[in-house]
């Protein structure tokens, strides 16, 4: 196993996990918004914009660690 | 027909040549029907470069030596990207001091003031007073001039012929230093250098102060740091996605792929002008929850609860 391989193997593995994680992450996010949005639909307004800062902020998360897939791959 | 090592050098020259510029004749290089096919030409709308394409031809950006101060040199030569800063810099200066001599004459704002002033009271409304009190006011200035500058930077990179100038890490580098400064200038200016020094121990005993001084430090670098990658991912993504989708057209080159890939590519820009507006929004909304942040202490507390209902 030389290194140049692992390292492609390994960015692409991170590249799914980093998806699992953000989409569990974005999934668990959006399943209490609409939780909360079907207890008081008055509320849906202030409810999609917390959802969507929330996601915005966990992507972020996931974009890291893409950047160190990348990283990985191209060195 | 497809050449792994080619995809590899297309990420590669991405992910780290966004700081390198190419010069303007190798844009043009491609050989678009040769036996070997070169992402160069796809790319280069990625990269940095020396000069500005219109669809006539292109036109080269001006190049001085470097400066060398110190053991710096600093480069002044213009680029791609710089261009689209000043461009993106001198639109919303004139749209927004246009907007604002309308807003005078006229009491009930129309037109552009109308939309100036209806970002202006969300980011006031929603972002300035919720996070930093009423003493955020006189941050406002500040946080409207990043919103707009990071908007229409971002959105420039959605025409054709455009390119995001926040896709290049330096770029939001210097964008989060300015926060960076701005959030230490804010907990300073609220509560003293003392206080905010006092703030960095973090109030545990005095024997810990070794160990929690350096962290608390690294935790000051942090959250710029997110800042700087979060912007400059978010918009690479984009980018990066739609050159995987419109490279799959040319890397099959069949036209049978194409509707597929530009279908996809339609709604990949779309998610793209979303995330473009998003982007910039959380940007100035982390920087003044940041600032909120060092701005709350012991005897301020009381201020920050009186916000708008």
């Known amino acids: 196993m030389e290194p140049i391989g692992l390292g492609y193997l390994s960015a692409g593995i991170g590249a799914g996990l980093i998806v699992i994680g953000a989409g569990f992450g974005i999934g668990k996010l959006a399943a209490a918004a609409m939780e909360a949005t079907g207890r008081q639909p008055e509320a849906a307004g202030q409810v999609r914009t917390s959802m969507i800062i929330s996601a915005a902020l966990i992507e972020g998360a996931t974009f890291f660690g893409l950047a160190i897939c990348i990283l990985l791959a191209v060195k | ?309």
């Open chain 2, 1 to 309: 027909m497809i050449e792994p090592q080619a995809i590899v050098d297309t990420l590669k020259h991405a992910a780290l040549s966004s700081g390198d510029t190419i010069p303007a004749p190798a844009a043009h290089s491609a050989a678009e029907h040769g036996e070997k096919f070169e992402f160069g030409h796809l790319l280069a709308h990625m990269q940095n470069s020396k000069a500005l394409e219109f669809p006539g031809g292109h036109v080269e950006l001006p190049q001085f030596p470097p400066i060398h101060v110190g053991s710096l040199a600093i480069d002044f030569s213009m680029s791609k990207h710089v261009f689209f800063l000043l461009l993106s810099a001198l639109i919303v200066a004139v749209f927004a001091i246009y907007a604002a001599n309308r807003n005078r004459k006229n009491l009930i704002p129309k037109g552009i003031g109308n939309l100036f002033e209806m970002f202006i009271v969300f980011i006031r409304d929603e972002v300035a007073l919720p996070n930093m009190g009423p003493g955020g006011l006189k941050y406002l200035p500040f946080l409207l001039t990043m919103f707009f500058f990071i908007l229409i930077m971002n959105l420039l990179g959605l025409i054709p012929y455009g390119a995001t100038s926040t896709a290049n890490i330096s770029v939001t580098a210097g964008l989060a230093l300015v926060s960076f400064i701005m959030i230490q200038a804010a907990a300073i200016r609220e509560q003293g250098v003392t206080h905010y020094l006092a703030h960095l121990t973090g109030g545990v005993h005095w024997s810990i102060w070794p160990i929690m001084i350096p962290v608390e430090i690294l935790g000051l670098f942090t959250k710029p740091f997110a800042l700087c990658m979060r912007l400059f991912a978010n918009m690479n993504g984009g980018h990066i996605v739609l050159l995987a989708l419109i490279g799959l057209v040319l890397l099959f080159r069949s036209v049978i792929v194409a509707p597929l890939s530009v279908v996809f590519s339609v709604g990949v820009m779309m998610l793209e002008l979303f995330v473009a507006i998003l982007q910039a929004y959380i940007f100035v909304m982390l920087t003044s929850l940041f600032m909120g942040f060092g701005m709350q202490s012991e005897h301020t507390e009381e201020h920050v609860e009186h916000s708008h209902s």
